[in-house]
């Protein structure tokens, strides 16, 4: 949260205006929900109020603000959800859904938030998969030293 400042929020929140719903994995719907059920204003506002599709197939329920669990097939939900919108999905997080998702050529646009810290650790945010051009389309420096990097994806 030290980075996700006021600007950092407002970047967000337009993210998510202008998405339908959100897709999430186990991992990263607990975080969410952990840091913003319990907050108001604009970014958890809409954070809370947006739906979300939980992907997981070990939770037994997801009770944070209009989660769905989905147990089904990650690639085909994804598929019949992005068929039925009309607006754009999002999702935050690296985790093992948006590999999946990025692997099946179901994502269309990648936003890098990149850090000014080294962490030391982690899970990699890339590992293997088929090369994939992207197109570089944006970029933002935020006054916190985050940089904000919008690539769309070269399908095909």
Same mark, same amino acid.
């Given at each position: 949260?030290?980075?996700?400042?006021?600007?950092?929020?407002?970047? !967000?929140?337009?993210? +998510?205006? $202008?998405?339908?719903?959100?897709? *999430?994995?186990? %991992?990263?719907?607990? @975080?969410?929900?952990?840091?913003?059920?319990?907050?108001?204003?604009?970014?958890?506002?809409?954070?809370?109020?947006?739906?979300?599709?939980?992907?997981?197939?070990?939770?037994?329920?997801?009770?944070?603000?209009?989660?769905?669990?989905?147990?089904?097939?990650?690639?085909?939900?994804?598929?019949?959800?992005?068929?039925? !919108?009309?607006?754009? +999905?999002? $999702?935050?997080?690296?985790?093992? *859904?948006?590999? %999946?998702?990025?692997? @099946?050529?179901?994502?269309?646009?990648?936003?890098?938030?990149?850090?000014?810290?080294?962490?030391?650790?982690?899970?990699?945010?890339?590992?293997?998969?088929?090369?994939?051009?992207?197109?570089?389309?944006?970029?933002?420096?935020?006054?916190?030293?985050?940089?904000?990097?919008?690539?769309?994806?070269?399908?095909?």
């Amino acid at each position: 949260m030290q980075y996700f400042d006021e600007t950092a929020q407002t970047d !967000g929140l337009k993210r +998510l205006l $202008i998405s339908e719903a959100m897709l *999430l994995g186990r %991992t990263t719907y607990e @975080a969410l929900a952990r840091s913003w059920s319990n907050r108001t204003g604009g970014f958890a506002d809409r954070i809370n109020a947006i739906p979300k599709f939980v992907f997981s197939s070990t939770l037994a329920r997801a009770d944070w603000g209009n989660a769905v669990l989905v147990h089904g097939d990650v690639i085909s939900e994804t598929q019949r959800l992005k068929e039925e !919108g009309e607006r754009d +999905l999002v $999702i935050f997080g690296h985790g093992r *859904l948006t590999k %999946t998702l990025l692997t @099946a050529g179901l994502v269309d646009e990648v936003r890098l938030l990149v850090m000014p810290v080294f962490a030391g650790h982690g899970e990699l945010l890339f590992t293997e998969m088929r090369k994939r051009s992207l197109t570089l389309t944006q970029s933002t420096i935020l006054p916190t030293g985050v940089g904000i990097l919008v690539y769309s994806i070269i399908q095909g």
